[in-house]
């Protein structure tokens, strides 16, 4: 059976590998570089599938979720190389930054290939995600499936300086993605009152789709 790449702990710059977890610093990621935030909680036996001798950690149960982030998208001027017009996973991501959720079985054992839970019908959100080289907006899509994806037709602006805050919210039929205030705090507790502002908001950019079919 192959597998995809196994996992494992990686340093405050993110770039490294590590016997132990770590808090990511305030870092910039280059082209082709991605990190994978879990829960703190190891699986044990109670994950399902995953690939022998990796790290496994299990996610974010529930139907009913909300995440929090500020980043930024600096530009790094990089262009693919010609090859990746016949390479479409390898590394073809040059200043190509994205933000996104996955479905915590493909992240443990495969995302793209005979083994992916793709097949049978989990799902990636694409909260950020900048579809060119260079583009300045970026695009949110949920795709369910190998046979489905709905993509919110309004760009976002790629924060190519300074930073962006982004709520990106979880319901039983609807993910929603809302732009925050600069002044928004991150605390330990939003109640869910507040999180219901950012759903409601006129700005908040929002997909119907059934999340458990």
């Known amino acids: 059976m192959n597998l995809g790449a196994l996992l494992g702990f990686v340093t405050p710059n993110g770039l490294n590998n590590s016997a132990e977890s770590a808090i990511l610093e305030d870092c910039l990621l280059p082209d082709n570089?991605?990190?994978?935030?879990?829960?703190?909680?190891?699986?044990?036996?109670?994950?399902?599938?995953?690939a022998p001798g990796a790290l496994a950690h299990h996610g974010?149960?529930?139907g009913n979720k909300a995440f929090f982030a500020e980043y930024s998208m600096p530009s790094?001027?990089?262009?693919?190389?010609?090859?990746?017009?016949?390479?479409?996973?390898?590394?073809?991501?040059?200043?190509?930054?994205?933000?996104?959720?996955?479905?915590?079985?493909?992240?443990?054992?495969q995302q793209y290939g005979t083994c992916s839970c793709w097949k049978s019908g989990c799902g990636e959100f694409d909260i950020h995600e900048v579809l060119q080289p260079g583009e300045t907006e970026g695009f949110a899509s949920l795709?369910?499936?190998?046979?489905?994806?709905?993509?919110?037709?309004?760009?976002?602006?790629?924060?190519?300086?300074?930073?962006?805050?982004?709520?990106?919210i979880i319901t039983d039929s609807h993910v929603h993605v809302q732009v925050l205030d600069e002044g928004?705090?991150?605390?330990?507790k939003i109640p869910g009152s507040r999180i219901a502002t950012f759903v409601d908001h006129p700005d908040t950019a929002s997909v119907q789709v059934s999340l458990h079919p």
């Open 33 to 50: 570089t991605e990190i994978i935030v879990s829960s703190d909680k190891p699986c044990n036996g109670d994950c399902g599938a995953t």
């Open 143 to 168: 795709h369910m499936g190998p046979n489905y994806a709905a993509t919110v037709p309004e760009g976002l602006s790629r924060p190519t300086s300074g930073t962006m805050k982004i709520a990106a």
């Open 184 to 188: 928004f705090q991150f605390v330990e």
């Open 60 to 62: 974010w149960t529930g």
């Open 76 to 109: 790094s001027g990089a262009k693919n190389p010609d090859s990746c017009k016949y390479n479409a996973f390898g590394k073809c991501n040059a200043d190509m930054p994205a933000f996104w959720l996955l479905n915590t079985q493909a992240i443990n054992t």
